[in-house]
């Protein structure tokens, strides 16, 4: 039974690598002329560039799937006990890793640390209902919502806490609460009830030697002639056989299609025979993400991570990479790479600066933490749309999406609006095959 993917980011290309290693027959198109979607990596001046996700938590299917496209040789696993930074109150605090680095840190009160104790006595809520915002301050009190978790879901989700569902954002924290009444209590019972033998993932934080882009590049060789790019697939419809795919004027026919196009081109061909899939993927909204590149003669007084930021007055970055901290020859030698976040859904705006401003607001915010002062830029990127935000509808986008599937057998919708944004979970989703 052929299956016709559309879409050649990372969502497509598991889905089309899985499925031809189960001996099914399969064609994966897509647009650009090179696979990965926003998973790309460039060389420029000496410095490794990732241009859109910078790092992977190596998950047990992430882990698995390296091992089978023999890429462990190539794997750069950073030291899990590498720090983690919270830009607040005019400097950085060490993100704490166990209960006495919680005890010894000024990131929150003393008042703060205290009501931390009452978490497994928070009365339930309706996760359902709540916002990301709401939910953590009900169970961890609101210095931890503020302080903690709002840098986290502004730097990594390019969000805001007071819209994302909970539900859908930190659908694991939900789930316990509902099921075993909290947090602490949730993971307590996770941790005992995981089975002896269930597959683990690696510690610390995953790249390779030439960057992210060499996990696409590697799955699009494995698909060698069955992924076609700079194809790009101009309308789906359906037909007697089952799908028919009218690519560069050409119709290919596959019993099955699965779209892995970002939610608007997803949309686009989704009118056709289904047009309530297409409204709710065109409802989808996306943050904009700037990304710059930085670089400085000057040695950085710490090493780690790098840096999330409190929303705070004279701030406006989201974060920062400390890259040539992080992984081996990010940085020709004696210099330092730091890649910086503006923009999402707080700072829509940002985008509209020019490439100078970006830099100064992005110098000025390093600066006021102790980062070097005298900074090159090597590359600006900007993304309209670089994130989708899980927001209070999005559980009735995801099911409408579901019914589709339901009832035309033979269709599936992919990609990180579903499932989680991490590459981690866009590869879990990717795994789970249709029967």
């Given at each position: 039974?052929?299956?016709?993917?559309?879409?050649?980011?990372?969502?497509?290309?598991?889905?089309?690598?899985?499925?031809?290693?189960?001996g099914?027959?399969?064609?994966?198109?897509?647009e650009?002329?090179?696979?990965?979607?926003?998973?790309?990596?460039?060389?420029?001046?000496?410095?490794?560039?990732?241009?859109?996700?910078?790092?992977?938590?190596?998950?047990?299917?992430?882990?698995?799937?390296?091992?089978?496209?023999?890429?462990?040789?190539?794997?750069?696993?950073?030291?899990?006990?590498?720090?983690?930074?919270?830009?607040?109150?005019?400097?950085?605090?060490?993100?704490?890793?166990?209960?006495?680095?919680?005890?010894?840190?000024?990131?929150?009160?003393?008042?703060?640390?205290?009501?931390?104790?009452?978490e497994?006595?928070?009365?339930?809520?309706?996760?359902?209902?709540?916002?990301?915002?709401?939910?953590?301050?009900?169970?961890?009190?609101?210095?931890?919502?503020?302080?903690?978790?709002?840098?986290?879901?502004?730097?990594?989700?390019?969000?805001?806490?007071?819209?994302?569902?909970?539900?859908?954002?930190?659908?694991?924290?939900?789930?316990w609460?509902?099921?075993s009444?909290?947090?602490?209590?949730?993971g307590?019972?996770?941790?005992?009830n995981?089975?002896?033998?269930?597959?683990?993932?690696?510690?610390?934080?995953?790249?390779f030697?030439?960057?992210?882009?060499?996990?696409?590049?590697?799955?699009?060789?494995?698909?060698?002639?069955?992924?076609?790019f700079?194809?790009?697939v101009?309308?789906?419809?359906?037909?007697?056989?089952?799908?028919?795919?009218?690519?560069?004027?050409?119709?290919?026919?596959?019993?099955?299609?699965?779209?892995?196009?970002?939610?608007?081109?997803?949309?686009?061909?989704a009118?056709s025979?289904?047009?309530?899939?297409?409204?709710?993927?065109r409802?989808?909204?996306?943050?904009?993400?700037?990304?710059?590149?930085?670089?400085?003669?000057?040695?950085?007084?710490?090493?780690?991570?790098?840096?999330?930021?409190?929303?705070?007055?004279?701030?406006?970055?989201?974060?920062?990479?400390?890259?040539?901290?992080?992984?081996?020859?990010?940085?020709?030698?004696?210099?330092?790479?730091?890649?910086?976040?503006?923009?999402?859904?707080?700072?829509?705006?940002?985008?509209?600066?020019?490439?100078?401003?970006?830099?100064?607001?992005?110098?000025?915010?390093?600066?006021?933490?102790?980062?070097?002062?005298?900074l090159?830029?090597?590359?600006?990127?900007?993304?309209t749309?670089?994130?989708?935000?899980?927001?209070?509808?999005?559980?009735?986008?995801i099911?409408?999406?579901?019914?589709?599937?339901r009832?035309?057998?033979?269709?599936?919708?992919?990609?990180?609006?579903?499932?989680?944004?991490?590459?981690?979970?866009?590869?879990?989703?990717?795994?789970?095959?249709?029967?």
């Amino acid at each position: 039974m052929t299956t016709a993917v559309v879409g050649g980011g990372l969502s497509g290309l598991v889905r089309a690598h899985a499925l031809l290693a189960r001996g099914e027959p399969v064609l994966l198109f897509e647009e650009a002329d090179q696979p990965g979607g926003v998973v790309r990596t460039e060389r420029q001046d000496g410095f490794l560039l990732e241009l859109g996700p910078n790092t992977v938590r190596p998950t047990a299917e992430l882990w698995s799937l390296v091992q089978t496209l023999g890429l462990e040789k190539d794997a750069l696993l950073a030291d899990p006990r590498t720090p983690r930074f919270i830009d607040f109150g005019g400097r950085l605090h060490e993100v704490p890793s166990s209960p006495g680095g919680l005890a010894k840190s000024r990131i929150l009160s003393a008042r703060g640390k205290l009501r931390l104790l009452a978490e497994p006595f928070v009365r339930q809520g309706d996760p359902a209902t709540e916002t990301v915002a709401d939910f953590f301050a009900r169970r961890l009190g609101h210095e931890v919502a503020e302080r903690l978790v709002e840098p986290f879901v502004s730097g990594i989700w390019g969000g805001r806490g007071d819209r994302l569902s909970v539900a859908h954002a930190f659908p694991l924290l939900a789930r316990w609460e509902s099921t075993s009444g909290g947090i602490a209590r949730g993971g307590i019972s996770a941790m005992r009830n995981r089975p002896k033998n269930a597959p683990r993932g690696k510690r610390g934080l995953l790249s390779f030697r030439e960057g992210l882009t060499t996990l696409p590049r590697r799955l699009a060789a494995e698909l060698g002639a069955r992924a076609r790019f700079g194809s790009r697939v101009e309308s789906i419809r359906q037909s007697n056989f089952g799908w028919t795919l009218s690519v560069a004027g050409q119709d290919v026919s596959a019993e099955r299609v699965c779209i892995a196009a970002p939610p608007r081109e997803a949309a686009k061909l989704a009118d056709s025979f289904a047009p309530e899939a297409a409204g709710a993927l065109r409802t989808i909204p996306s943050a904009p993400l700037v990304v710059l590149h930085l670089a400085s003669s000057e040695r950085p007084r710490l090493s780690g991570f790098g840096h999330l930021v409190v929303p705070q007055e004279g701030r406006r970055i989201l974060g920062a990479i400390w890259s040539s901290s992080l992984f081996p020859d990010r940085a020709p030698e004696g210099r330092a790479l730091f890649t910086v976040f503006l923009g999402g859904a707080r700072d829509p705006e940002a985008l509209r600066l020019t490439d100078g401003a970006l830099v100064d607001v992005a110098s000025r915010d390093l600066r006021a933490v102790g980062l070097p002062r005298s900074l090159e830029t090597i590359r600006v990127t900007r993304y309209t749309g670089a994130i989708p935000q899980y927001d209070a509808g999005h559980g009735e986008r995801i099911e409408t999406l579901a019914s589709v599937e339901r009832r035309q057998p033979g269709v599936f919708f992919l990609g990180n609006y579903r499932g989680g944004i991490s590459v981690g979970d866009v590869v879990r989703s990717a795994l789970l095959l249709p029967n």
